[in-house]
């Protein structure tokens, strides 16, 4: 079995595999200090959870986009799973090119789902990442990464709204029934969520205008990814388990 973390800004999302099938998951915060042995404890609660030990892991695979939690993660597995990390980076072999003006900015997210939607798909995509930020990548039918959109996420947009206006409270992200609110929740919601699905439908027809592509396929994965797709005709797949199976593509290439 494989164990694949991926550490976001948000979360730290772990995920097990069986020949390339996700059997587990589990999720932890990333804005949690931790030590490399509360790393390793969880871990090994999650494993023992689901009926497996330690030995059953054949490898770790890491893909981070948070840099200062990288060594206490690696020291965990090292100490507590017996296996040494590999993380995902712009040299590994990925089977994707980097048409961008600085490969070395694209991040280990990307790297990880454009290396999945290729093997699953085979065609030119659009991938949405509902995450802390939400990202849209464009992949070509070819395999190579031509650029990117990066917007505050759902629950960015909804956290500077209550932040910066004094009687506006928190609000469940959900759609309302009707798009004009009769009272300040439902206004509130109806304007966050609404207002996110125009700017998904512009920047997806705005993409595919710009690439010359009406047919591409448009995936979206991340946590929020599930309450967008549902509202939306441009979204043809919600794949919450993307990354977990991009990170297994890649050590399948280069271990």
């Known amino acids: 079995m494989l164990l694949t973390i991926d550490a976001g800004n948000t979360n730290i ?31 090994n609660m999650f494993l023992e959870n689901y009926g497996h030990e330690r030995n059953e892991i054949e490898n770790v695979i890491i893909s981070s986009v948070v840099p200062n939690i990288n060594y206490s993660l690696s020291s965990a597995i090292i100490k507590y799973i017996g296996k040494t990390p ?35 798909y085979g065609r030119s995509c659009i991938v949405i990442d509902f995450g802390t930020a939400t990202t849209y990548a464009y992949l070509s039918g070819g395999g190579v990464f031509k650029g990117l959109v990066i917007a505050p996420g759902l629950q960015a947009t909804a956290a500077a709204l209550t932040s ?9 992200i959900a759609k309302p029934a009707h798009v004009l609110g009769r009272n300040t929740v439902a206004c509130m919601q109806s304007g966050i969520v609404n207002g996110y699905i125009g700017e998904v439908e512009y920047i997806v027809r705005s993409i595919k205008e710009e690439m010359n592509d009406p047919d591409c396929t448009v995936i979206a994965t991340g946590g929020m990814g599930r309450v967008i797709s549902r509202e939306t005709s441009a979204i043809d797949i919600y794949d919450p388990d993307l990354a977990y199976k991009g990170m297994y593509i890649l050590y399948q290439m280069n271990k």
Do not use: H
């Open 86 to 120: 590999i993380f995902v980076t712009k040299d590994l072999d990925s089977g994707i090119g980097l048409d961008v003006d600085n490969p070395a900015e694209v991040g280990a997210d990307l790297i990880v789902e454009m290396a999945a939607v290729y093997k699953e």
């Open 164 to 172: 910066q206006a004094a009687m506006l409270p928190a609000v469940e």
């Open 13 to 43: 999302a772990i995920g097990l595999l069986d020949e390339g099938k996700v059997t587990a998951t589990y999720r932890l915060t990333t804005k949690t200090p931790r030590t490399s042995d509360e790393y390793g404890i969880c871990l």
